[in-house]
């Protein structure tokens, strides 16, 4: 079973000491020169103009340091993705805290979505960045369609046999899309709220809580040791571990993911 995840905006910071990234060492190896135009563009944009690169990237006033530390990227300490990634995603998952077993697990099967990297394991050393996977940066585009290309060619090799598990936002989501028998492998998730009011029960989707509601599922899937082979056993595997899980009627139409809602009444 292979996890897709959505990295976090927020990054955490590695200290000044350390040694930086290496191109070569990253998983996915294939990406790198997909890797190399994005960080070369990047890093330009940041280093000569301070102003245009807030505005690029959408950076707030308070996050203006965050410039001159992607002007920094090729010699910034580095960490293990899985440390550098932060946020309520994350904080639910807990990857710091999993048993020695569902560390094992998760090093095989959880990779992290990136605007600046394409994709990357939660084992592979980065720097802390800011580089949201939206972005248009002057010279090559939009990242989105950036990545496409170079992600079709090695996802369906990195997806192997078993299902996958996509749990991307949006913006990652277009830098690549399943396609055939392999979308058909393909779990998507939605998180629904359920509430009474007035007695009639009412579903809302939830962005925040739809984080940390994914986080703990990783982190049950990672913990029980559950290794489905099919998309049906992964469902059947989250209904087992206490999930509400809901499937359309149809079973989900042919060459697309198998779209899920999963109900929580607290978040």
């Not at 989250?238 to 509400?244: D, E, F, P, Q, V």
């Amino acid at each position: 079973m292979l996890v897709l995840l959505p990295p976090s905006e927020g990054k955490a910071d590695p200290g000044g000491r350390g040694r930086p990234f290496q191109p070569e060492a990253l998983s996915l190896p294939e990406l790198a020169p997909a890797r190399e135009r994005v960080l070369e563009e990047l890093i330009g944009l940041c280093s000569a103009d301070e102003e245009k690169a807030r505005d690029v990237l959408g950076l707030s006033e308070g996050l203006r340091g965050e410039v001159a530390r992607n002007a920094g990227l090729r010699t910034a300490p580095a960490r293990p993705a899985g440390e550098i990634y932060t946020g309520v995603l994350y904080d639910a998952l807990g990857l710091a805290t999993l048993g020695t077993a569902a560390k094992r697990r998760a090093a095989r099967s959880l990779l992290v979505f990136s605007g600046l990297w394409g994709a990357v394991g939660i084992k592979d050393r980065i720097p802390s960045y800011r580089c949201p996977g939206g972005v248009r940066l002057p010279g090559l585009g939009a990242l989105s369609a950036h990545w496409r290309e170079p992600l079709a060619q090695v996802m369906p090799v990195a997806a192997g046999k078993g299902p996958v598990l996509d749990l991307r936002s949006t913006a990652y989501a277009q830098m690549w899309k399943p396609k055939g028998e392999l979308a058909e492998r393909t779990v998507t998730v939605r998180v629904l709220q359920s509430s009474v009011v007035d007695g009639v029960e009412k579903r809302t989707v939830v962005s925040h809580f739809n984080k940390a509601t994914k986080g703990r599922i990783v982190r049950a899937l990672l913990e029980s040791g559950a290794a489905p082979a099919t998309p049906a056993a992964l469902i059947e595997a989250l209904r087992g571990l206490g999930h509400t899980v809901e499937e359309p009627a149809d079973g989900g139409k042919p060459g697309r993911p198998r779209a899920v809602d999963v109900v929580v009444s607290e978040l």
